[in-house]
T-cell receptor, first 112, second 114 residues
Framework: EAQVTQNPRYLITVTGKKLTVTCSQNMNHEYMSWYRQDPGLGLRQIYYSMNVEVTDKGDVPEGYKVSRKEKRNFPLILESPSPNQTSLYFC???????????FGQGTRLTVV | AQSVSQHNHHVILSEAASLELGCNYSYGGTVNLFWYVQYPGQHLQLLLKYFSGDPLVKGIKGFEAEFIKSKFSFNLRKPSVQWSDTAEYFCAVNARNRDDKIIFGKGTRLHILP
């Protein structure tokens, strides 16, 4: 089954404790991206990747890192999480950014 | 810069009512257009898309959208809504031939009363 898998689905952590949210897709898509969803602000892109070893900043990259060492995986790293990063995070993939995006189930992150 | 505006933040309708959700974008060139739906507690799923051709696009679950180039609009419609249509709806735009970025609107929360 074609899918984008994110883990974990829910995470509560403390300020400053490094964490990684994993994202994996099985559709051989070149393009992957991370979004955060906040009430009233919609979806905002954090980082995106057009292919292996190619990543670029989206609209709200501060406080986040990503890597794309393999085509299927695109982890999101928070080196020192802060409470303003409490949000719902979605990973998405597509053949190219301009085609239909497939979304993961989301990761609800709370930083206390 | 590209932007997408969804005029209605929260819409409440009764079952069987007709629906129209507005979406306008700001880019003068060729665009790809999308509507996504997010049911409560779930991820975003594609409802319909427009790349070229007939500007009236039909999607899943009886939804349709019309691309009006002169108005920079891509409004979503459904003649008769159901309680199960309760969800958040996102319009999205990509400026073709410019970059691979898809810009999302802020979403419209639709609540259908049984």
């Amino acid at each position: 089954e074609a899918q984008v898998t994110q883990n974990p689905r829910y995470l509560i952590t403390v300020t400053g404790k490094k964490l990684t949210v994993t994202c994996s897709q099985n559709m051989n898509h070149e393009y992957m991206s991370w979004y955060r969803q906040d009430p009233g602000l919609g979806l905002r892109q954090i980082y995106y990747s057009m292919n292996v070893e190619v990543t670029d900043k989206g609209d709200v990259p501060e406080g986040y890192k990503v890597s794309r060492k393999e085509k299927r995986n695109f982890p999101l790293i928070l080196e020192s999480p802060s409470p303003n990063q409490t949000s719902l995070y979605f990973c998405a993939s597509s053949f190219y950014g301009a085609t239909e995006a497939f979304f993961g189930q989301g990761t609800r992150l709370t930083v206390v | 810069a590209q932007s997408v505006s969804q005029h209605n933040h929260h819409v409440i309708l009764s079952e069987a009512a007709s629906l129209e959700l507005g979406c306008n974008y700001s880019y003068g060139g060729t665009v790809n257009l999308f509507w996504y739906v997010q049911y409560p507690g779930q991820h975003l799923q594609l409802l319909l898309k427009y790349f070229s051709g007939d500007p009236l696009v039909k999607g899943i679950k009886g939804f349709e959208a019309e691309f009006i180039k002169s108005k920079f609009s891509f409004n979503l419609r459904k003649p008769s809504v159901q309680w199960s249509d309760t969800a958040e709806y996102f319009c999205a735009v990509n400026a073709r031939n410019r970059d691979d970025k898809i810009i999302f609107g802020k979403g419209t929360r639709l609540h259908i009363l049984p």
